[in-house]
């Protein structure tokens, strides 16, 4: 009986430590969203403004994966899956348009030190979280959890992108890096979104 209680009580721990990640994850972005809508449009920066906007994708995921790991079967997980993967085709599209965006419009936005500060803690924050919820999600051989792991590493270089872009626009004036630097994160968000709409289909 103690043999067989253990890896349950250790399954139970996991889930906990997996539902604890999506909460900071969920918290982080509360908070973080409106902050960086509000310098964004003070600094007149589509890039952290957009980024704000980003940061609703990243607290949809995350209640997804919430209401999975509190109910897992195989048909939530593939439900799960598929709105992951909408989450991610929508990053991308939001990105890409936002490049097109900037391009286009040529818009110079004014430098913002809260704005920047708040993209490096962002970088290091999302880092973390994403590293333990794939060690998480592996632990607990949750699919969900794995691939929500890989929407909070690309909330992390989709801020270091725009770190970039507004840190080089800042120091010299180079406001067409924030676009370019966009477009490896819709490259990667197309991809992730597809092996995410992949896994769906192979549990059906």
Not at 51 to 68: C, K, M, P, R, Y
Not at 75 to 103: C, D, K, N, P
Not at 178 to 203: N, S
Request: net charge positive.
């Amino acid at each position: 009986m103690v043999a067989e209680s253990r890896p349950i009580r250790s399954s139970g721990r996991l889930l906990s430590r997996g539902l604890r990640l999506e909460y900071a994850t969920l918290a982080w972005n509360v908070v973080g969203t409106p902050l960086m809508i509000f310098t964004g449009v003070k600094a007149g920066s589509t890039a952290l403004a957009g980024f704000g906007l980003d940061s609703l994708i990243e607290i949809f995921a995350s209640v997804v994966v919430v209401w999975q790991l509190k109910g897992v079967s195989l048909e939530r997980e593939r439900r799960a899956l598929r709105l992951i993967g909408s989450a991610f085709v929508l990053l991308a599209a939001y990105v890409l348009g936002q490049a097109v965006w900037t391009i286009v419009s040529g818009s110079h936005p004014a430098p913002s030190l809260l704005g920047m500060i708040w993209l490096v803690v962002t970088v290091a924050a999302m880092a973390l979280l994403a590293y333990g919820k794939l060690v998480t999600g592996r632990a607990l051989g949750n699919v969900v959890l794995r691939t929500e792991a890989r929407v909070t590493l690309i909330d992390a270089a989709l801020a270091a992108a725009v770190l970039v872009g507004v840190g080089l626009n800042a120091l010299a004036g180079w406001w067409w890096t924030d676009p370019l630097a966009g477009l490896v994160i819709v490259c990667y968000g197309v991809k992730e979104g597809r092996e995410a709409f992949a896994h769906a289909r192979d549990g059906e």
